[in-house]
């Protein structure tokens, strides 16, 4: 079992910046890939970014590329997102999740989720 926290959501002008966290339980926390999602009310989980378990492979939705960056610390056990030139669409509550054996976008094949962040975007 692995329980995420996710962290540093808030309200922020287009244009600005956020970065957050996602703590993780356990010793295994090296061994898995992770990801970010998103989520807006009446639409599905949208992937965001993934992050190899080594940091050796990220891979990111092309409405974030370049924005968006995915870091991990093992040591901390702490999965990052930093957000720069935040856009009004980027309005979500944003998810981390973890994938024991899966490396991929597929939100349905990550197998444990964090409650979520709010980011709010303003124009």
């Known amino acids: 079992q692995v329980q995420l926290v996710e962290s540093g959501g808030g309200l922020v002008q287009a244009g600005g910046s956020l970065r957050l966290s996602c703590a993780a339980s356990?010793?295994?926390?090296?061994?898995?890939?992770m990801g970010w999602f998103r989520q807006t009310p009446g639409k599905e989980r949208e992937f965001v970014g993934r992050?190899?378990?080594?940091?050796?492979?990220?891979s990111y939705a092309d409405s974030v590329k370049g924005r968006f960056t995915i870091s991990r610390d093992n040591a901390k056990n702490t999965l990052y997102l930093q957000m720069n030139s935040l856009k009004p669409e980027d309005t979500a509550v944003y998810y981390c999740a973890v994938a024991r054996v899966y490396f991929g976008d597929d939100a349905r094949r990550y197998d444990y989720w964090g409650q979520g962040t709010q980011v709010t975007v303003s124009s």
């Open positions: 356990g010793r295994t926390f090296s061994t898995y890939a």
């Open positions: 992050i190899s378990k080594s940091s050796g492979s990220t």
